[in-house]
C-alpha cells in the first residue's frame, strides 16, 4: 500500500472521447505530479502542483488538462487523444517539492489505450 | 537537468549481492542521490537516497564516491523480486524526479 490510488487501472477510449484520470493521495502531501510512461521508454514528467497550483508544464498538448482541487486529488483530463498517447501514467505525491530529501510515492498507473 | 549515467542492464543469480552503478560526473554541491526501482507493471518505488555518506536501510546501501562523481546501489543478496528497473537520480530542490532509462536488473534461480 503506497498511499496514492489511481482510477481507472484500464482505461480504453476512442479518439473523441472524453475521459478523466482520477489520483488520490491519503499521506497528507502537498506537491502531486504526473507522469507519462510509453513503452520502452523512461517516465516522462507531465505536470507538477504545488499546493494545488501548477508550477510546471512541460510542453504537453492541451488535450491533457489537469486540474487540482485540493491537495488530496489530482486528475488528468483527456479528450481528442490520438494513438501515439496511449501509454501509463502515473500519478505521484511528495510532501513538498522543494526539498531534496523528498521521496515520492507513486500509483499504480492507469494503462491508457487509444484507439 | 543533472544528468547520470548506467549501464541498460545488468544480470544476477539469486542470493548473491548486486553492485549497480551510477556515474553522475556533473553533480553539483546541493543535489542528492536518489535510487528508485520499478517492478513490472507497477508505478517506481523509493529504494534509498543520500548526500554524501554511505547510507543503509532494509532494502539496500549506497556507496557514495569520495568526490560524488560516482555511486552504488548494493542489493545485498539480490532475489528474484529484486528483478525490476533501478533508476539513479539527482534531486535538486524544487523540482520534481527526472527518471532517465535506469539499469534492468535480472536475477536468475
Known amino acids: 500500500e503506497t498511499g496514492v490510488t489511481q482510477t481507472p487501472r484500464h482505461l480504453v477510449m476512442g479518439m473523441t472521447n472524453k475521459k478523466s484520470l482520477k489520483c488520490e493521495q491519503h499521506?497528507?502531501?502537498?506537491?502531486m505530479y504526473w507522469y507519462k510512461q510509453s513503452a520502452k521508454k523512461p517516465l516522462e514528467l507531465m505536470f507538477v502542483?504545488?499546493?494545488?497550483?501548477?508550477?510546471e508544464n512541460n510542453s504537453v498538448p492541451s488535450r491533457f488538462s489537469p486540474e487540482c482541487p485540493n491537495s488530496s486529488h489530482l486528475f488528468l483530463h483527456l479528450h481528442t487523444l490520438q494513438p501515439e498517447d496511449s501509454a501509463l501514467y502515473l500519478c505521484?505525491?511528495?510532501?513538498?517539492?522543494?526539498?531534496?530529501?523528498?521521496?515520492?510515492?507513486f500509483g499504480p498507473g492507469t494503462r491508457l489505450t487509444v484507439l | 537537468d543533472a544528468k547520470t549515467t548506467q549501464p541498460n542492464s545488468m544480470e544476477s543469480n539469486e542470493e548473491e549481492p548486486v553492485h549497480l552503478p551510477c556515474n553522475h560526473s556533473t553533480i553539483s554541491g546541493t543535489d542528492y542521490i536518489h535510487w528508485y526501482r520499478q517492478l513490472p507493471s507497477q508505478g517506481p518505488e523509493y529504494v534509498i537516497h543520500?548526500?554524501?555518506s554511505n547510507v543503509n536501510n532494509r532494502m539496500a546501501s549506497l556507496a557514495i564516491a569520495e568526490d560524488r562523481k560516482s555511486s552504488t546501489l548494493i542489493l545485498h543478496r539480490a532475489t528474484l523480486r529484486d528483478a525490476a528497473v533501478y533508476y539513479c537520480i539527482l534531486r535538486q530542490a524544487g523540482t520534481a524526479l527526472i527518471f532517465g532509462k535506469g539499469t534492468t536488473l535480472s536475477v536468475s534461480s
Open positions: 543520500g548526500l554524501t
Open positions: 499521506l497528507g502531501h502537498n506537491a
Open positions: 502542483y504545488s499546493l494545488e497550483e501548477r508550477v
Open positions: 505521484a505525491s511528495s510532501q513538498t517539492l522543494a526539498a531534496r530529501t523528498d521521496t515520492q510515492y
